[in-house]
């Protein structure tokens, strides 16, 4: 297996997993080797990171340094390969076994060894940036700059000095000359995420900078070398927006080199256990035993259908941890879910009621209670833009024009309640 070796004894005590995990393994990459031993070897044979595997009546995990001690009780048992899996990629990168993630990373590693452009398909959530970094630690320019811009999360009026840098002086407030991002990942990899929310006029900017590989910053008027690898992700569909005019068909076609698609995670259920697994390890409170997640508790999180995707799963095992604290497992009723903000005029469609509901996530506050002018704000803001959409039945355009505010603004209202684990749907 490609980055895990195996003791002879693990071998022989632990063959029922060290089969299962085989085809899990070799499509998986690590910073450096592991050792998968068997609890009786000496310790004088662990050499570097090590993970220690052994059987018994209980199912527990641990890490020790950067490698650990994982005991399970039945080989078959899903958890028992999702944990282990949730330890080997415990440092870091793409955590996976569904077979369509697995062959998602495999060719990520092919591309991560060319320069061509990469744009990632893939709803909110889903773990786009992570597959982008992965590229990234995995290519020529590991150790230069990795650089994340969220479109949507910029205002347009900021984000082409952000992006191309701009000349002291160049518009008002500008005290100083500022670089960029495309300068400042120089040598390394810009990431451009939600890059359908860029605005038609910095696009054209975009494209020369991937064809020419220069910027103009504002205000200058000599081009500026750079060198940068630009991954592209995008969470709507591309072509249907240049279809509809709003975004560049050459730009299209210049990202578009090698597209990779992720999938919704409620299509790709091999990923859950592992995923859940690599959270707890993640999210845990240091100094005390980690818990272990129930078979129970997995079906319940299969069973699901994960709107928020990896996002809402984080989400779930965080909650999970808290309401477990001091028990050895995490158990069925210690899962809870998101609950998704939806617009009065949806709710009352599903749900007649007396009054309009206040959605608090997923623990209900009492209207009359004491809170935050700010949180009343946001919350009756994203219900009527919300509301506003359902009966424009997902036009933005025409829901914008209602609401009296642009488009533009309307997008990045939208991406700040992605940001802040509001539920705004697929369509949107």
């Keep these: 297996m490609i980055g895990v070796n195996e003791s002879a004894r693990f071998t022989r005590q632990h063959g029922a997993v060290a089969s299962r995990l085989t085809g899990i393994a070799?499509?998986?990459?690590?910073?450096?080797?592991?050792?998968?031993?068997?609890?009786?070897?000496?310790?004088?044979?662990?050499?570097?990171?090590?993970?220690?595997?052994?059987r018994s009546d209980t199912?527990?995990?641990?890490?020790?340094?950067?490698?650990?001690?994982?005991?399970?009780?039945?080989?078959?048992?899903e958890t028992t390969i999702a944990a282990?899996?949730?330890?080997?990629?415990?440092?870091g990168g793409p955590v996976a076994a569904d077979p369509v993630s697995l062959a998602v990373i495999a060719l990520a590693d092919r591309l991560a060894q060319t320069d061509i452009p990469v744009l990632i398909h893939g709803p909110t959530g889903?773990?786009?940036?992570?597959?982008?970094?992965?590229?990234?630690?995995?290519?020529?320019?590991?150790?230069?700059?990795?650089?994340?811009?969220?479109?949507?999360a910029i205002p347009e009026t900021m984000l082409e000095a952000l992006l191309f840098g701009h000349e002291k002086g160049a518009f008002t407030g500008a005290n100083a000359t500022g670089e960029g991002f495309f300068r400042a990942a120089d040598g390394g990899t810009l990431l451009l995420d939600e890059i359908a929310e860029m605005p038609l006029s910095l696009q054209a900017k975009l494209l020369r900078a991937l064809q020419e590989g220069e910027v103009v910053p504002i205000g200058a008027t000599t081009p500026v070398k750079v060198d940068v690898r630009v991954i592209a992700c995008a969470n709507r569909?591309?072509?249907?927006?240049?279809?509809?005019?709003?975004?560049?068909?050459?730009?299209?076609?210049?990202?578009?080199?090698?597209?990779?698609?992720?999938?919704?995670?409620?299509?790709?259920?091999?990923?859950?256990a592992p995923l859940a697994f690599a959270m707890i390890l993640r999210h845990r409170t240091k100094g005390q035993a980690i818990p272990w997640l129930s078979e129970a508790a997995l079906a319940t999180l299969k069973a699901h259908k994960w709107p928020g995707n990896v996002r809402e799963l984080e989400n779930v095992i965080r909650r999970a941890?808290?309401?477990?604290?001091?028990?050895?497992?995490?158990?069925?009723?210690?899962?809870?879910f998101d609950t998704?903000?939806?617009?009065?005029?949806?709710?009352?469609?599903?749900?007649p009621q007396t009054q309009a509901p206040v959605y608090q996530g997923v623990y209900e506050v009492?209207?009359?209670?004491?809170?935050?002018?700010?949180?009343?704000?946001?919350?009756?803001?994203?219900?009527?833009?919300?509301?506003?959409?359902?009966?424009?039945?997902?036009?933005?355009?025409?829901?914008?024009?209602?609401?009296?505010?642009?488009?533009?603004?309307?997008?990045?209202?939208?991406?700040?309640?992605?940001?802040?684990?509001?539920?705004?749907?697929?369509?949107?």
Excluded: W
């Design 26 to 54: 070799t499509s998986l990459f690590f910073e450096r080797p592991v050792l998968l031993a068997d609890a009786a070897d000496p310790k004088s044979s662990h050499e570097g990171r090590t993970i220690v595997i052994e």
């Design 59 to 77: 199912a527990s995990i641990a890490l020790v340094g950067k490698g650990g001690h994982l005991t399970y009780s039945d080989p078959g048992h």
């Design 84 to 91: 282990l899996v949730a330890m080997l990629c415990a440092n």
């Design 126 to 152: 889903t773990g786009k940036e992570v597959l982008s970094k992965f590229i990234h630690q995995r290519s020529a320019r590991a150790d230069q700059p990795f650089i994340a811009v969220n479109c949507a």
């Design 237 to 272: 569909d591309l072509p249907g927006e240049v279809a509809a005019g709003r975004f560049r068909e050459d730009l299209f076609y210049r990202l578009n080199v090698f597209p990779m698609t992720l999938a919704p995670l409620a299509e790709r259920t091999g990923d859950i």
């Design 321 to 336: 941890l808290l309401l477990s604290s001091g028990k050895d497992s995490i158990a069925n009723e210690h899962i809870v």
């Design 340 to 351: 998704p903000v939806r617009s009065v005029a949806a709710q009352e469609r599903a749900e």
């Design 366 to 428: 009492p209207p009359s209670g004491a809170r935050r002018l700010s949180k009343i704000v946001r919350e009756s803001e994203a219900n009527a833009i919300m509301q506003t959409l359902d009966a424009c039945n997902g036009r933005r355009a025409e829901a914008a024009k209602q609401l009296g505010i642009s488009e533009r603004t309307l997008r990045y209202r939208l991406a700040s309640f992605r940001e802040a684990g509001i539920a705004v749907g697929g369509a949107r």
